[in-house]
């Protein structure tokens, strides 16, 4: 498995099948509600923009993301994923201020908890880079946040808006089966 942490071409040429990228929290990893639990409120959206800054600030990155629990659906989501485009990449968003600490964590938590491996990972706030490949090809991105899915489809991609505490799996099937048929 290779792992980037940025590449300026995010693909190669000539790869005409869209390739499907999947983010970590909030679809493979309960990164918010784990937030609540340990800031001791119900629900994470009960969380202020500074109260969210202040829990990452004060958090020891590489613990943080190498212990927020899995989603019982995570690897039924990869495998899914896999049946439909063979295969599939990570692209995950590292912390600004502790960039090296997250990675790391990161990288631990899929070990632990996927069983179904990436082809590839690859940590870039600009996702929308791995949008269309040099070729024109469209690429899928799974992402729960929804600046990430409209930067995507603003860049040509094809997107899909899934967060795994609220939608069912058959968003994330929906827009597998469009683009790449029935399996």
Not at 91 to 112: M, T, V
Not at 157 to 168: S, T, V
């Amino acid at each position: 498995m290779k792992i980037v942490e940025f590449m300026e071409n995010p693909v190669s040429a000539g790869n005409t099948k869209p390739i499907v990228y999947v983010d970590m929290d909030g679809v493979l990893a309960d990164l918010y509600n784990h937030a609540a639990e340990i800031h001791d409120v119900e629900h994470y959206n009960e969380m202020t923009r500074d109260e969210w800054e202040t829990f990452f600030k004060d958090s020891n990155a590489h613990h943080l993301f190498r212990d927020i629990p899995p989603f019982a659906t995570a690897n039924h989501l990869l495998n899914l994923v896999k049946k439909y485009a063979g295969g599939y990449r990570i692209l995950s968003s590292p912390l600004n201020f502790d960039r090296e600490g997250s990675i790391k964590g990161k990288r631990e938590w899929l070990a632990k908890h996927i069983d179904v491996p990436a082809d590839e990972i690859i940590f870039e706030h600009e996702k929308y880079k791995y949008a269309v490949q040099p070729d024109g090809t469209p690429n899928v991105l799974i992402d729960d946040y929804g600046m990430n899915t409209r930067a995507w489809d603003n860049a040509g991609g094809i997107a899909c808006k899934y967060q795994a505490d609220e939608d069912d799996l058959s968003v994330v099937e929906d827009v597998l089966k469009e683009t790449f048929g029935d399996k």
